[in-house]
C-alpha cells in the first residue's frame, strides 16, 4: 500500500441485500490533491463517501486512513480518528440552530475535545476569509443560504482534516453563490493543505479537480 | 466540558434565547408535580408529626400495664423511677363510668391519677383551655372539651358520676348515692375521651382498694422508649408489661404511614405525566433532529454520545424542575395558613373547616431527607423519560441520518 495516500480503497463493495450499489471500488485520495465524484442521483455517490468515512461499513474490501487500516477497528477509535480526517461539507449546512455562528464553528473542536483559547482567534480569522467578519455572534437562522454553506464549509476546517469531503455542498445555490462557495472551499483547502473530496453533478465544478471521477453501473472509473 | 453536555445546555436554553419552549414547559411541569409531592406530604408529615407528640404528650413515652390490678405499688414504683433513663414515673387506674350533668349524660374513661406526679409524666397545663388544677384533690375532675361541650359542663359545674361498682351494689338491695365532683378544669388534645379524677377516689368508686392498673413514664430526653421497655421487660415479673409509645400507638403509626404513603404514590402520577410528556417531546426532537444527530457521527462523536445529549436534557429539566419546585413548595408551605383561609373563604366553607377540622393552623413538616428524596425520584424519573428517546437515538444508523430530508 502506498503511503503517499490519505485515504486509500481497496476493491470495495457495497450492497443493500440484495442490490448492489458498487463493486471493486479502488481508489485513493493524495496529500492536497482534489478529487471530484460525478455520477447521476442514485448512482451511489454519497453512500461511496459515507463509506470513506466509515459511516457506512463496506460490505467487502478494504480501507485505510493514513495507511492504517480502519475495518473493524472499535467505533469510538474510527469516531475519534475520524473528527482528525475529515471535514464534512454537506449540501443542506446541518449548521445547529439553538448555537451562534461561532459556537456552531467551535463545535467539531468540542466533539474533538480539543477546544482551548485560540480557537476563537481561528474561527474569526476563518470568518475573515470567507467575508462573514462580524458574524460571530449571529444566529444561524438569520443567514442567507450562501452564508451558511460557508458558514459550513469553515466549520469543516476547524479540526484542521486531511481531507475535506464536500457531498453536493453548492446544490441548493443559486450559480452566481455556488461559484463564490466553490472557489472559497477550493482556497481554503489550499491555504489549509487540505485535501478535497467533492461529490457533484455539476461537471464545471469537477473539472476544476486535480483528479475526476464517474460512478456509474456500480463502477468507480477515472475520467483522463 | 464534554460535548454532549454542553449540547444538551444548549437545546434547552439555546444562545440568544433564555430557554427553549420545550424546556419552559417540561420544567413547569415538573416543578408543578414536586410542589404537589412536596406540600401533601410536608403537610401529612405535619399532621403526622403532631399526632405522635400529641400522643407522647398525653401518654408518656412508656407504659407499663398488667392484665390484673398490681397492688405492690410502692416498690414497683421506686423500681421503675431508679432505672436508668427513667425520669418521672406516675401511677395510674381508670375505668368506664357514666357522667351526668343535668339531663345529659355521657361515657368517657376516667383515670385516677397521682395529680403531682402525673404533671411531671404530662404537661397537663399545656393542654388546659380553661380552670386550673388548684382544686383537684378536693373532689374535682378534669374533662375533656368533647365531653364537656356534649354534657354542656363548664369550669365550676357540678356532675355526677356513676360507677359499675354503685349500680352492682344497688342492685344487690344497697343505695349507695353518686358521687359529685366539680369541673376543675377543661382540656383539649383532640382524640381522648378521657376525665381525670384523684387517684384515691377512683379507687375508692371502682372498690380496687390500693390497686393501680400501671405506670405512665416520661424518660430522660434523648432515650429511645422502645429500648427502655425492651430492657423493662427483661426485669419486670411476665404478668407485668412495660410497651414503648410507638408500639402501644402501632395500629395508629400504621394508618398514619398507610395514608402518607398511598397519598404519595397517587400524587407520583403527576410526575409520571410529566416524565411522559418530557419522554414525549425528546422523541420528537429526536425525529426533528435526525440529520443533526447523523452530523455529529461525521464530525467524530459516537451514537451513545448522542444518547447521552437526550438522557442529560431529561436529567437538567429534572433538576431544575426540582429545585423550582422545592423552592416554590418551600414558599407555599410558608403561606399555607393565608392560602388555605383565601381558598376556604372563596369556597364559603371557612367556618365549617374550623370548627370540624381544626385547621386554623395547617401543620407542615419536612426535612433534608424529604427534599432529597423527592429530588432524587423526580430527577431519576425525568433521567427515565430521556433514556427512551435515547435509545431510539443509539438505533440511528448516522449514514442514514444523514440522508433523512
Known amino acids: 500500500m502506498n503511503d503517499d495516500y490519505i485515504v486509500k480503497l481497496g476493491n470495495v463493495r457495497k450492497t443493500f441485500g440484495d442490490f448492489m450499489v458498487f463493486d471493486d471500488v479502488s481508489f485513493g485520495i493524495k496529500r492536497r490533491e482534489t478529487v471530484s465524484i460525478c455520477g447521476d442521483s442514485g448512482s451511489g455517490k454519497t453512500t461511496l463517501v459515507n463509506v470513506i468515512g466509515l459511516l457506512e461499513q463496506p460490505t467487502h474490501g478494504r480501507i485505510f ?16 480518528l475520524r473528527s482528525e480526517m475529515f471535514g464534512y461539507i454537506f449540501q443542506r449546512c446541518n449548521l445547529i440552530l439553538e448555537l451562534n455562528v461561532i459556537e456552531n464553528l467551535l463545535f467539531p473542536r468540542r466533539i474533538a475535545d480539543k477546544i482551548d483559547s485560540g480557537d476563537v482567534a481561528f474561527a474569526k480569522k476563518l470568518l475573515n476569509q470567507v467575508k462573514l467578519d462580524g458574524f460571530e455572534e449571529r444566529n444561524v437562522s438569520t443567514l442567507s443560504g450562501g452564508e451558511r454553506q460557508r ?10 482534516p486531511r481531507v475535506i469531503i464536500a457531498d453536493e455542498p453548492t446544490g441548493s445555490l443559486d450559480e452566481k453563490s455556488a461559484n463564490l462557495v466553490m472557489d472559497m472551499i477550493i482556497n481554503l483547502c489550499d491555504t489549509y493543505d487540505s485535501s478535497l473530496l467533492l461529490i457533484t453533478h455539476n461537471p464545471r465544478f469537477a473539472q476544476k479537480m486535480q483528479t475526476a471521477y464517474v460512478l456509474s453501473n456500480c463502477t468507480l ?4 | 466540558m464534554k460535548w454532549y453536555v454542553y449540547l444538551a ?14 424546556a419552559a414547559m417540561s420544567i413547569v411541569g415538573v416543578a408543578l408535580g414536586v410542589v404537589v409531592l412536596f406540600v401533601v406530604q410536608s403537610v401529612m408529615e405535619g399532621f403526622q408529626y403532631n399526632i405522635k ?5 398525653t401518654q408518656g413515652d412508656v407504659r407499663v400495664d398488667s392484665k390484673h390490678m398490681i397492688f405492690d405499688v410502692d416498690k414497683l414504683e421506686d423500681f421503675l423511677r431508679n432505672f436508668p433513663g427513667v425520669a418521672a414515673v406516675a401511677r395510674y387506674a381508670y375505668g368506664m363510668m357514666m357522667l ?11 383515670k385516677g391519677v397521682d395529680i403531682e406526679n402525673e404533671a411531671k409524666v404530662i404537661d397537663l397545663r399545656k393542654f388546659i383551655k380553661q380552670g386550673n388544677l388548684e382544686n383537684f384533690n378536693c373532689g374535682g375532675i378534669v374533662l375533656n372539651d368533647e365531653m364537656a361541650r356534649s354534657v354542656g359542663a363548664t369550669v365550676g359545674s357540678s356532675v ?9 351494689e344497688t342492685s344487690s338491695g344497697e343505695i349507695i348515692l353518686q358521687r359529685t365532683f366539680d369541673v376543675s378544669a377543661i382540656y383539649e388534645t383532640g382524640y381522648q375521651n378521657v376525665a381525670m379524677i384523684a387517684i384515691d377516689t377512683l379507687q375508692d368508686l371502682y372498690g380496687l382498694g390500693e390497686g393501680v392498673h400501671g405506670f405512665s413514664l416520661r424518660l430522660v430526653p434523648g432515650v429511645m422508649p422502645e429500648k427502655v421497655a425492651f430492657e423493662l421487660n427483661k426485669d419486670l415479673p411476665k404478668e407485668i408489661v412495660a410497651m414503648s409509645w410507638q408500639e402501644m400507638n402501632k395500629g395508629l403509626m400504621f394508618a398514619l404511614q398507610t395514608e402518607k404513603a398511598m397519598m404519595s404514590l397517587v400524587l407520583m402520577f403527576v410526575l409520571l405525566i410529566a416524565a411522559f410528556s418530557i419522554a414525549g417531546s425528546l422523541l420528537a426532537s429526536v425525529i426533528r433532529k435526525t440529520r443533526e444527530i447523523g452530523l455529529f457521527s461525521a464530525l467524530g462523536g459516537t451514537v451513545w454520545q448522542c444518547a447521552m445529549c437526550f438522557v442529560l436534557q431529561g436529567a437538567i429539566i429534572g433538576i431544575i424542575g426540582s429545585f423550582i419546585g422545592i423552592i416554590v413548595g418551600m414558599v407555599t408551605l410558608k403561606f399555607r395558613n393565608i392560602i388555605m383561609v383565601g381558598f376556604l373563604r372563596l369556597c364559603g366553607v371557612e367556618d365549617f373547616m374550623m370548627k370540624f377540622y381544626s385547621f386554623a393552623n395547617m401543620p407542615s413538616r419536612y426535612g433534608k431527607g424529604d427534599v432529597l428524596t423527592l429530588v432524587a425520584f423526580a430527577v431519576f424519573l425525568c433521567c427515565l423519560a430521556g433514556v427512551l428517546p435515547a435509545l431510539k437515538v443509539a438505533k440511528i444508523n448516522p449514514a442514514e441520518a444523514l440522508r433523512n430530508e
Not at chain 2, 163 to 168: G, L, Q
Open chain 2, 160 to 168: 355526677e358520676v356513676f360507677s359499675p361498682k354503685i349500680v352492682e
Open chain 2, 9 to 22: 445546555l444548549k437545546q434547552l436554553f439555546p444562545t440568544g434565547k433564555r430557554i427553549s419552549f420545550f
Open chain 1, 151 to 160: 458558514v459550513a464549509a469553515i466549520r469543516a476546517m476547524m479540526n484542521n
Open chain 1, 65 to 80: 486512513w493514513n495507511g492504517k487500516s480502519v475495518i473493524n477497528q472499535k467505533m469510538s477509535y474510527v469516531a475519534k
Open chain 2, 100 to 110: 351526668k350533668y343535668d339531663d345529659r349524660t355521657g361515657f368517657p374513661t376516667i
Open chain 2, 53 to 57: 407528640k400529641m400522643i407522647v404528650d
Open chain 1, 221 to 224: 472509473t477515472r475520467v483522463e
